[in-house]
């Protein structure tokens, strides 16, 4: 079982829909959890970070953490053409900050 | 305040070369982290430093890759000799050495070995 898994895509919706983005991790132990969009050929950007159980809101963007179900999710509200990216689901394990990353979901937002 | 810093951007080498990648992290970041992201693929580690100790090297191939970090703020990946397998792009990444912190990227190198 990898460490962090994403479903690799292509989600597409359409443009003003919402995007679901699910992530799963194995380590129990995993503290931190992070969402990183890249676009193509550019490098991965921090979009949201989510430390404990609920969910987290900046603007369009909602994380939601489950430590019991060893889920994360990022959901995007009014999504938008410019967020096509590939999104990264990013966790730390433990208090040795060793940074672990999914293989990313490509979304597409069809005008 | 400054970003992760790395260079060069791209790097054209033939098989065999050697080639370095350097990288300056965000001022006061201790730990530093240096991927190889390859397309379609999320980053993978290689190497994790704390200060100038490297914590996290079990996915270095060590027989040709190495890296150093001797004041605990800037660093370089040395590949030698470069494989064609090596194509990818070479990411450094920094954080402050606390909990609840996020890392950031620098822009990456794009290696392509001919």
């Given amino acids: 079982q990898k460490e962090v898994e994403q479903n690799s895509g292509p989600l597409s919706v359409p443009e003003g829909a919402i995007a679901s983005l699910n992530c799963t991790y194995s380590d129990r132990v995993s503290q931190s959890f992070f969402w990183y969009r890249q676009y193509s050929g550019k490098s991965p950007e921090l979009i949201m970070s989510i430390y404990s159980n609920g969910d987290k809101e900046d603007g369009r963007f909602t994380a939601q953490l489950n430590k019991a179900s060893q889920y994360v999710s990022l959901l995007i509200r009014d999504s938008q053409p410019s967020d096509s990216a590939t999104y990264l689901c990013a966790v730390t394990r433990g208090s040795n900050y060793k940074l672990t990353f999914g293989k990313g979901t490509l979304l597409t937002v069809n005008p | ?114």
């Fill in chain 2, 1 to 114: 305040e400054a970003g992760v810093v790395q260079s060069p951007r791209y790097k054209i080498i033939e098989k065999k070369q050697p080639v370095a990648f350097w990288c300056n992290p965000i001022s006061g970041h201790n730990t530093l982290y240096w991927y190889r992201q390859n397309l379609g693929q999320g980053p993978e580690l290689l190497i994790r430093y704390e200060n100038e100790e490297a914590v996290d090297d079990s996915q270095l191939p060590k027989d040709r890759f190495s890296a150093e970090r001797l004041k605990g703020v800037d660093s370089t990946l040395k590949i030698q000799p470069a494989e064609l397998g090596d194509s990818a792009v070479y990411l450094c990444a920094s954080r402050p050495t606390q909990a609840n912190t996020e890392a950031f990227f620098g822009q990456g190198t794009r290696l392509t070995v001919v």
